[in-house]
């Protein structure tokens, strides 16, 4: 069964960073683009990232440009998020997902609070 | 940026009612639009992609139906697990983009 978990959230100061880690299973990691998503409490959803199968291509809301960085490590069947210089608006349960196209599977989220 | 305006923002129905949602995009996405449902506390669940293909293990009272910039989700017949938000989201063009959600909640 596919399994994708996320880790790495937490109370972070304005102008930190954070890094986020997903783990994959049950499924070919390497043969997937991925994405991340989030959710800001009480909000909708907003696409943040994605990248290609091997790494070699990755896209961005303009919100993030800058200060996130995709990438992944296929031999560990890993996606990550570095976000740095984070804001109050960066504030969201962060997902990471399946993309095969569309987002067919996705974990559960973390939750990253950026706040004073 | 492709904006897409979903409609209504809020409904409320019964069980066995039939209901539709609307998606209305900035610019023609093709085919390239799908459908998830989130209920509280849980991740998006995948509906239907490529405007109208259910996906695998989803009811078919469950369908969707659109072209260019205008799409329908529609449920024939609303069950009680069904009460939930429901977003779409365009994959023609980055930066990809969701609609703002439809709650759909118990009359």
């Known amino acids: 069964e596919v399994q994708l978990v996320e880790s790495g959230g937490g109370l972070v100061q304005p102008g930190g960073s954070l890094r986020l880690s997903c783990g994959a299973s049950?499924?070919?990691?390497?043969?997937?683009?991925m994405s991340w998503v989030r959710q800001a409490p009480g909000k909708g959803l907003e696409w943040v990232a994605n990248?290609?199968?091997?790494?070699?291509?990755?896209y961005y809301v303009d919100s993030v440009k800058g200060r996130f960085t995709v990438s992944r490590d296929n031999a560990k069947n890993s996606l990550y998020l570095q976000m740095n210089s984070l804001r109050a608006d960066d504030t969201a349960i962060y997902f990471c997902?399946?993309?095969?196209?569309?987002?067919?599977?996705w974990g559960q989220g973390t939750l990253a609070i950026v706040s004073s | 940026d492709i904006q897409l305006t979903q409609s209504p923002s809020f409904l409320s129905a019964s069980v066995g009612d039939r209901v539709t949602i609307t998606c209305r995009a900035s610019?023609?996405?093709?085919?390239?639009l799908a459908w998830y449902q989130q209920k509280p506390g849980q991740a998006p669940k995948l509906l239907v992609y490529?405007?109208?293909t259910l996906q695998s293990g989803v009811p078919s009272r469950f369908s969707g139906s659109g072209s260019g910039t205008e799409f329908t989700l529609t449920i024939s017949s609303l069950q009680p697990e069904d009460f939930a938000t429901y977003y779409c989201?365009?994959?023609?063009?980055?930066?990809?983009?969701f609609g703002g959600g439809t709650k759909v909640e118990i009359k």
């Open positions: 490529a405007t109208s």
């Open positions: 989201q365009q994959l023609n063009t980055y930066p990809l983009t």
């Open positions: 049950g499924f070919t990691f390497s043969s997937y683009w």
């Open positions: 990248i290609k199968k091997d790494g070699s291509e990755t």
């Open positions: 610019q023609g996405v093709r085919s390239y």
């Open positions: 997902a399946r993309a095969t196209l569309y987002l067919d599977w």
